[in-house]
């Protein structure tokens, strides 16, 4: 058996890191804020789908990572606004993730590309927008780095520090899946 090329290792080793701090963040979420945990639950599951050989096909994947980008995401900021009161606002995230979850065969290719980094950018700032004006740290660094993901895909470049750009991107949204899951929970602290 061969080695594996270091790109594979690397994309094998991104797609596990999102794995794992998704699923981590649904289970310890599950009792406190539904929405979230299924968010994060929809990542994990997504991230499955490309680690487990025979799981399912490219296609499965892609479809997988559009469910975990369109429902997921908007999940999460669904529960950070419906936490701090904005109801309205959570209410529209979620709405507009579902009616692009359902629009979904209707777009092409590109078409769902931009329509899913637009909805990952949309959900980055407006969970940094609450996380600035609750004073919320983790929320800030969730936001950000969630923005930096969505920006990040759409740079025209293969590699970002010696790696492809998709399991960069993977990184930044492991690292924004873990702070926006310490934001939640710090933000359980509070309103207790």
């Known amino acids: 058996m061969a080695p594996r090329p270091w790109s594979e290792w690397s994309t094998t080793l991104s797609h596990l890191a999102l794995g794992v701090v998704s699923l981590h963040a649904a289970v ?20 499955a789908t490309v680690l487990a050989p025979g799981l399912g096909t490219d296609e499965d994947c892609l479809a997988g990572a559009w469910v975990a980008t369109v429902i997921g995401l908007p999940l999460l900021a669904f529960d950070f606004h419906w936490v701090n009161g904005d109801r309205s606002s959570a209410n ?25 980094q637009a909805v990952v950018l949309v959900v ?57 899951h310490r934001a939640l929970h710090t933000q359980r602290l509070q309103w207790e």
């Open 92 to 116: 529209l995230l979620l709405g507009g993730g579902m009616v692009l979850a359902v629009a979904g065969d209707h777009l092409g290719a590109e078409g769902r590309s931009v329509a899913g």
């Open 124 to 180: 980055a700032v407006t969970i940094l927008i609450v996380a600035v004006f609750t004073t919320n740290t983790y929320g800030m660094w969730g936001g950000a780095m969630l923005g930096a993901a969505g920006l990040l895909s759409r740079l025209e470049e293969d590699r970002l520090l010696l790696l492809p750009k998709e399991d960069v991107c993977r990184w930044a949204l492991a690292a924004g899946s873990w702070a926006y």
């Open 28 to 47: 310890s979420t599950a009792q406190a804020t539904r929405g979230a945990a299924a968010g994060f639950l929809l990542q994990a599951l997504a991230s």
